[in-house]
């Protein structure tokens, strides 16, 4: 039978890398340079969905700090010297991540939809050997807004569909996410939805139509099965 699934859009990090906690440690890192602290509580509730200068200016706004463009952007520069420190002091894939995503990779395109920069899901998938495996990487600063705007995925799904032999249909492409922003954006760009709990419990993440833990519980097969039976 010929699977009705066409193309699989990830999330990066809470998805594929385990990177959120060090993405936290490393905004904290930043923040205390400038006398300010972010506990788990709020960075998860509040800014999570965000991109890096997206963070740091909600964090500016929420405190009336009133930080300019160009502070932003060196806080941003900041944070990512320190991330670098801590994803080179360890392992940050998902168990079970590599394996699915070669496994997608053999069957049909696969992208990435993510707030991270680029330069630093290229060194994780390179590092783990996994970068060829990818057809469009959309990152941080490549669509006008980011989650839960539908352009991150609108813009994977466009570049999926140059690089594709058949015409996609976005109903017959699953996103894989693990925030109700990243969900958000990709139910409004059309794609079909996959949640998993590795940042959220599974009553959280409203508008997943499947909730899985993680990729290491996820196949193929579940995801073809989803987009069989039709948008719920």
């Known amino acids: 039978m010929t699977s009705a699934l066409q193309a699989i859009v990830f999330d990066f990090d809470g998805v594929i890398a385990d990177s959120e906690p060090l993405h936290l440690k490393a905004f904290q890192r930043a923040l205390a340079e400038e006398g300010q602290t972010l506990d788990a509580g709020d960075y998860f509730t509040r800014y ?3 991109d890096d200068v997206g963070v ?4 500016a706004r929420d405190r009336e700090l009133g930080w300019t463009a160009r502070h932003v952007t ?4 900041r944070k990512g010297l320190k991330l670098q420190a801590l994803i080179d002091d360890g392992e940050i894939l998902f168990p079970g991540a590599p394996a699915f995503i070669r496994a997608a990779a053999a069957e049909m395109p696969i992208a990435i939809a993510s707030g991270a920069l680029r330069h630093e899901i290229v060194q994780v998938l390179e590092a783990a050997a996994l970068d060829q495996l990818f057809h469009v990487i959309v990152a941080s600063g490549d669509t ?3 989650k839960p705007s539908p352009g991150p995925y609108l813009l994977a799904f466009e570049k999926l569909q140059e690089r594709a032999a058949e ?3 976005p109903r017959r492409c699953v996103a894989i ?3 109700v922003w990243g969900l958000e954006s990709a139910r409004q760009a059309g794609l079909r939805c996959v949640g998993v709990t590795t940042s959220y419990a599974a009553d959280e993440l409203r508008g997943a139509e499947l909730v899985v833990e993680g990729l290491h519980s996820l196949t193929l097969p579940m995801l073809d099965a ?3 039976r039709g948008p719920g």
């Open 167 to 169: 015409t996609l249909d």
């Open 226 to 228: 989803l987009v069989r």
């Open 48 to 50: 999570l969905g965000y």
């Open 177 to 179: 996410e693990d925030s």
């Open 144 to 146: 006008p807004e980011s």
């Open 74 to 77: 060196e806080l941003v520069a």
């Open 56 to 59: 740091f200016e909600a964090v």
